[in-house]
């Protein structure tokens, strides 16, 4: 039986809002989980952007369905939670108007004014400031793109907001709605050392602390919505709402990826590598390895890893794009392939890359192509480059990842292809287990809730069970690391 208090957890994904009530156990209401797409405008130049408005009204469709079908659960509801797709930024007039539309971490407009950035500031030093190598997923280059490309739009913009600030702004009709440290981390502006915008970088692309939030920790909560939406959400009108965190943040928390022993290994459209490590308030977070980033959750935790703008989107591209039938039929076909006989070597960098070399022009890449390639092989060999990636990030985490870690799968991308999930554990060497909880970002959400409200006195009171675990074969090992070895020296031919 479902146990009191309830939590209402939004997740602000790329491609859909979830919303759904969550018990005390952190355990979902299924029959109170909604779903609401929207679409993002990408295009050639590297465009990668969406209406506020629409994101907006995608969110509140999915609280007030989650609303409805709850029925008198919702009465019941303790706390709002949100986790919100991360690196985003949008700029919006003195009245709080967007001026903009989002941008999203996918957006490479900027890489003109990253490299020029690079050369302007101590690129190292802002790296252990921030925990971000500066590139075209964060804040700094955007401002300099939109001041340089369009200078009319920027000169009307009073302050730079991430999505759920936004949202916030409009539901409690305030303008001093603060950002969480968590979803600020990813703004490539953060300083993870004072919790304060960096005045370094500031002074680099001329902004002032007053063109950005407020900061606070996630745990600050807003309370009395405005009249408007009262009246929309009765049941929420005195309900706290904690500040959004980063998506990432929350996959790992609802995994139960606290410590350093889990870490999430995680395939929704695009894909990540994630490990908390813990730290005392008094002392400095820790160095983040050239190739990674170290987001900031709350003052003495720190995300450490590596993320990809490549994961399920390199397989929706090449069923698409080669005619394949959907990936559920073509399991069996994958699970009789044999590791790279293929001979293709690719960079499946179709939407850029981020770890761990932060190139702000890659491509992707097919080498190998014969008459003989097939559209089973390329699809083939995009899965397992992407496992490639996911092995040089944990190359670089291991000096941080207890001796017996494991790896938790997460993502609809990866966790619906057993063949997939092998072959990550083949190439890595590791168990990969798969929770039977397929929301992990929301259950993330709701558990910061928990804990903040004190329900909980951690952050892993109970965690995930296990569905599945797949166990490392050391057959093709050799095989793996060749293949390994050949994307990395063509990224250094091609990128380097």
Known sequence: MPSNPYILAVDIGSSAVKAGLYDAEARALQHTQASIPHQQRTAADGTHEEDAETIQHATEAAIDRTLELAGDD???????????????????????????????????????????????????????????MQHTSYVPGRVLWLRRTDPETYSRIAKWTDI???????????????????????????????????????????????????????????????????????????????????????????????????????????????????HPDDEPPPTVPKGLWGYILRGDRTLLGGAFSEGGNVVEWALNTLNLPPLEHLNEALSNT???????????????????????????V???IRVSTSGLDILQALMESVAYRFS??????????????????????????????QTMADVLQ?????????????RGAAIL????????????DV??????????????????????????????????
């Open 366 to 368: 097919v080498q190998g």
């Open 392 to 421: 040089l990030v944990a190359n670089l985490l291991k000096p941080e990842m207890d001796p017996d870690h494991i790896f938790i799968a997460g993502g609809g991308a990866i966790t619906n292809s057993p063949w997939w999930l």
């Open 338 to 364: 044999t590791p790279d006989a293929h001979n293709l070597t690719i960079l499946p960098f179709i939407a850029g890359e981020r770890a761990t070399g932060w190139s702000t022009n890659a491509t992707g």
């Open 74 to 132: 919702a009465n019941q509801i303790a706390a709002v939670a949100f986790d919100a797709m991360a690196s985003t930024i949008l700029g919006v007039d003195e009245r709080h108007n967007p001026v903009t539309p989002v941008f999203t971490y996918a957006d490479t407009r900027s890489s003109q004014d990253i490299d020029e950035l690079q050369t302007t500031i101590n690129i190292d030093a802002a790296y252990q400031r921030t925990g971000v």
């Open 430 to 442: 590791a168990q990969i287990h798969v929770p039977t909880e397929e929301q992990a970002t929301s």
């Open 164 to 278: 759920s600030t936004f949202l916030f702004t409009r539901w409690f009709g305030s303008t001093n709605i603060p950002a969480s440290y968590s979803v600020s981390a990813w703004s490539g502006l953060l300083n993870r050392h004072t919790l304060t915008w960096d005045t370094d970088l500031l002074e680099a692309i001329s902004l002032q602390p007053s063109n950005l939030p407020r900061l606070a920790p996630y745990s600050e909560a807003q309370t009395g919505l405005c009249p408007v939406y009262t009246l929309r959400w009765p049941q929420l009108t005195e309900v706290p709402f904690f500040l959004a965190v980063g998506d990432g943040a929350a996959v790992n928390i609802g995994s139960g990826c606290t410590d350093r022993r889990n870490v999430a290994l995680t395939v929704g459209t695009t894909a990540a590598m994630r490990l908390v490590v813990d």
């Open 463 to 496: 965690m995930p069970q296990i569905a599945k675990i797949y166990q490392p074969k050391t057959d093709h090992q050799d095989l793996y690391q060749s293949a390994i070895q050949r994307q990395t020296d063509l990224y250094d031919a091609v990128i380097n």
């Open 449 to 460: 809730a928990l804990n903040a409200l004190g329900t909980w006195t951690g952050l892993n």
